[in-house]
């Protein structure tokens, strides 16, 4: 079974969305489009008075479209602009109470690597940085990663580096989760206790390709159930949201691998 | 009265920032970057700089394209939809500079305790991180709670480096309202440092500062020096005078990092 680079992108979205409680306030960081969408689906789709605060400002309507205007067109879309460092203080004594993060890599501790590979004064590779990445797992309540493309080298045993710890904070005053869960193109993994349990499969998916493009072992049941299929009103919503895709930017075109065929 | 007393040119300015000198510089990505301002320190030739920003840009790449750069201190150096920043990522890879990462908590606290004026900021925040373990802060035990935290030192840079929409030749410093994201980075960094200078793209009378006194984040006695620098931030934005220059931005990128027009003078 093969699944197109929108369909990936929207199942991952709404895996995302789905994971938003009640009351929550989630933060979006830039330039990661699906979990901009995944918040603003959240928020469509919850009776439950969730709060989307990206690119400075508050709840913002009109979609995605309207969150990449200039803040002097956004009068009247949304009822005002947060300061930077009045939203660091919101996660610090987390009033903001989750965040979707996209890391380069996220091990069995839900350890996230946005940083580099190999070593800091000589690596392979060096992104463009972590921004708040190590940072919220220590101080929202929760952080959810996701991946576009799973495999081995995206899921390894250890990350390269760890930019942010996987294990949140615990002490007398606060306590946050670090990460819980990752979403993938192939599934839905919960982290419990410093090992990936497989929440659901993609139904373009089966588990013997999802434990083949892990790094580290699973926990997985032989009848881990499908993730259930966007339903026709999260699709509306999608279209509401986002009608450019721009979901789809951050999902790889990559033909015919691993039966996620992409067109 | 000496109402010029702030106002000097950019060759002046660069001046007064020497070799070696932690330089901060202001905006975010590809809004707001003090390119001309970065243009006249390559112009005078300034090296061994610690380069200090929250989220570097084309003047991290005009830096390291002219050797002045001997380390670099930040929590994102990339174009943003454009893609990474190629000279940054060459250089980091050669070993050219100290490659300093940053977390965003870590950067911006430091700044704070630095504009606070107090010893060290305690955090949750970069708890368990390797990029954090870079900088080797030390731990605090809460006297309350006895919990442990991060403890943040105060990071004053000898200089910030700023591009804003207008000033004063006394040095009130307006930007544009509603305020673009990010935009209170670049008050902080400056009440951060040990001296400021500020780029704008108009100069205006005091009494025109005065008409519409809510548009002022930066005052007179907090900054250093003022240049008028039309489109001084040119290829990235400057609201309310313009936005990002799509096309020098696409052409240096898909050119691999040829600096062309990038490291000469904006055009009008």
Do not use: C
Request: overall charge negative; hydrophobic content about 40%; aromatic content about 6%.
């Amino acid at each position: 079974m093969t699944a197109s680079r929108g369909e990936i992108a929207d199942l991952m979205v709404v895996a995302l969305a789905r994971m938003v409680a009640a009351g929550d306030v989630v933060g979006v960081g830039l330039g990661t489009p699906i979990a901009l969408v995944a918040a603003l689906v959240a928020r469509h789709t919850t009776q439950h008075g969730v709060h989307v605060l990206a690119g400075g400002a508050l709840d913002v309507s009109g979609g995605v479209e309207a969150h990449l205007r200039d803040p002097r067109d956004q009068r009247s879309l949304t009822p005002g602009f947060v300061p930077h460092l009045d939203s660091m203080d919101m996660a610090e004594r987390q009033a903001m109470t989750l965040q979707f993060l996209r890391p380069a890599q996220i091990d069995r501790f839900g350890n996230l690597n946005t940083s580099r590979i190999g070593v800091r004064s000589a690596p392979a590779a060096r992104f463009s940085g972590g921004l708040a990445t190590a940072d919220v797992p220590a101080l929202l309540p929760r952080v959810i990663a996701y991946h576009p493309d799973h495999r081995p080298r995206s899921l390894p045993a250890q990350v390269d580096w760890i930019t942010g710890s996987g294990r949140g904070w615990a002490g007398n005053t606060w306590k946050a989760a670090g990460t819980v869960a990752v979403v993938t193109d192939l599934a839905v993994i919960e982290f419990v206790e410093s090992r990936g349990r497989v929440k659901s499969i993609h139904p373009w998916s089966n588990a013997s390709t999802v434990g083949e493009s892990t790094g580290f072992e699973l926990s997985l049941p032989e009848d881990a159930p499908p993730t259930p299929e966007p339903t026709s009103d999260e699709l509306e919503t999608l279209d509401l949201v986002d009608p450019l895709r721009r979901r789809d930017e951050e999902v790889p075109d990559r033909a015919g691998r691993d039966g996620r065929t992409t067109s | 009265m000496a109402p010029n007393l702030k106002l000097v040119d950019a060759s002046r300015a660069a001046e007064t920032v020497h070799d070696g000198d932690t330089v901060y510089f202001g905006g975010t990505v590809l809004d707001r970057k003090p390119m001309e301002l970065t243009r006249a320190l390559i112009r005078a030739g300034r090296r061994d700089l610690d380069v200090v920003t929250f989220a570097g840009s084309l003047e991290v790449e005009l830096l390291v394209a002219a050797g002045s750069v001997r380390s670099v201190a930040a929590a994102y150096v990339g174009l943003g939809r454009f893609g990474p920043a190629p000279r940054f990522v060459a250089g980091v890879k050669a070993g050219m500079f100290d490659d300093l990462e940053y977390s965003e908590w870590s950067l911006l606290g430091r700044l704070r305790a630095a504009s606070m004026g107090i010893p060290f900021l305690p955090t949750r925040a970069g708890t368990g991180s390797e990029t954090l373990a870079i900088h080797d802060f030390a731990s605090v035990a809460d006297p309350y709670s006895g919990d442990t935290y991060v403890a943040l030192p105060p990071l004053q840079p000898d200089i910030t480096l700023l591009h804003a929409w207008r000033a004063s030749p006394g040095g009130h410093v307006q930007i544009a309202f509603p305020p673009q994201h990010l935009w209170d980075i670049d008050v902080l960094a400056a009440r951060a440092a040990n001296r400021v200078i500020v780029g704008v793209d108009q100069i205006v009378s005091e009494e025109a500062i005065a008409s519409i006194p809510e548009h002022t984040r930066l005052f007179g006695f907090e900054v250093d020096m003022v240049v008028e620098l039309p489109r001084g931030s040119w290829p990235t934005s400057s609201p309310p005078e313009h936005d990002v220059d799509d096309g020098a931005i696409g052409a240096y990128v898909s050119s691999g990092g040829e600096l062309g027009t990038l490291n000469l003078a904006r055009p009008s």
